[in-house]
Nanobody
Framework: QVQLVESGGGLAQAGGSLRLSCAAS????????MGWFRQAPGKEREFVVA????????VYADSVKGRFTISRDNAKNTVYLQMNSLKPEDTAVYYC?????????????????WGQGTQVTVSS
């Protein structure tokens, strides 16, 4: 089992940047593919980006491609989400999640462990 704690959320202006972190404890994060999801008020939780166990492979939602970058440091059991060129529509609670599937996935139901989320608000 792994516990996930997100940090780094906050308020940013449109065009600005934020960096989210997801610290894993318990079983080491290198055993899991990791993903970031987000949920805006009144909307379904949606996939943002995922990274494979080794960090070699990534997959991005079209809405964030070219603006967001996921990375991981398995020695620190931490996954990062660098968010640049932020837009008001990026406003949401961002969740870190861990999947014990052998493959990288964007499917929410293939992630077993979830953090509590961190709020990101982008003002126009």
């Amino acid at each position: 089992q792994v516990q996930l704690v997100e940090s780094g959320g906050g308020l940013a202006q449109a065009g600005g940047s934020l960096r989210l972190s997801c610290a894993a404890s318990g079983r080491t994060s290198s055993n899991y593919a990791m993903g970031w999801f987000r949920q805006a008020p009144g909307k379904e939780r949606e996939f943002v980006v995922a990274i494979s166990k080794s960090g070699v492979s990534t997959v991005y939602a079209d809405s964030v491609k070219g603006r967001f970058t996921i990375s991981r440091d398995n020695a620190k059991n931490t996954v990062y989400l660098q968010m640049n060129s932020l837009k008001p529509e990026d406003t949401a609670v961002y969740y870190c999640a861990a999947s014990d599937q052998a493959w990288i996935t964007s499917r929410r139901n293939e992630y077993r462990y979830w953090g509590q989320g961190t709020q990101v608000t982008v003002s126009s």
